[in-house]
């Protein structure tokens, strides 16, 4: 740039209209993501300066570009997270476009009840599952039974990053945190945990800065592995039977 500033492109080809479509939407998400993530001035989140069609079959996403190092202060990542979830927005759940998790769609409908659009997001991932037999049972009676285990939870919308493994955070030059690659939307702040716990990388010290501003509430375990669910069947739809297992152990603790 005229300024000096590094850009950073991401690029992604298509071999359809129908795929070209989807990566121009996917693009597009996900800089809508970026630029709330922004707006909660809690993390240090890549700016984003435009997405879209560059040829017959490419499509592009422009972020300002940072250079990137480890998380080494997970206390402090923590904190930053939990200022994030604490972050006053709409009183509704969803987002003002719909995105994805992975390539899998995301829908974000805007409803006033969490547990109804944590009901559609479930059922969608099993519904593409297709599961049989004891799963098929299994996940049919989590879907019935997912009021109860938000009953007495006081449950008010924050934005989260929607994806946040290991590899989607990072520090910068000045040991500030950073996240990018969203899948955001406003929902229940528990839910940023499962995936995080999910796939590891975190250290404790930063769910304990964490939890010393948003406390766990009664019923955290059990929601967590839910959440983690959701994850692990959109995997599954994604990669195949690698995590058919872990599905089946997952419903087994949530339904214990």
Known sequence: MSDGKELFIKYSGSSSDKEMQCNRDMFFSEMEGLRALRQTDTFRVPEPLG???VSDNGVVLVTEKISLNSVKDHRRFGTCLAKMHLYKGPSKFGFHIDNFIGSTPQQNTWSDDWVQFLHKRLKFQFDSAQFTGSLRAA?????????RFFEGAEITPSLIHGDLWFGNCAEDEHGMPVIFDPAAYWGHSEAELGIMRLFGGFKSELFEAYHELIPRAPGFKKRGYIYELYHVVNHYNLFGSGYLGQCQQLLERILD
Request: no cysteine.
């Open 139 to 147: 996940s049919q009676e989590l879907l019935d039974r997912l009021p």
């Open 51 to 53: 997405s879209g069609q």
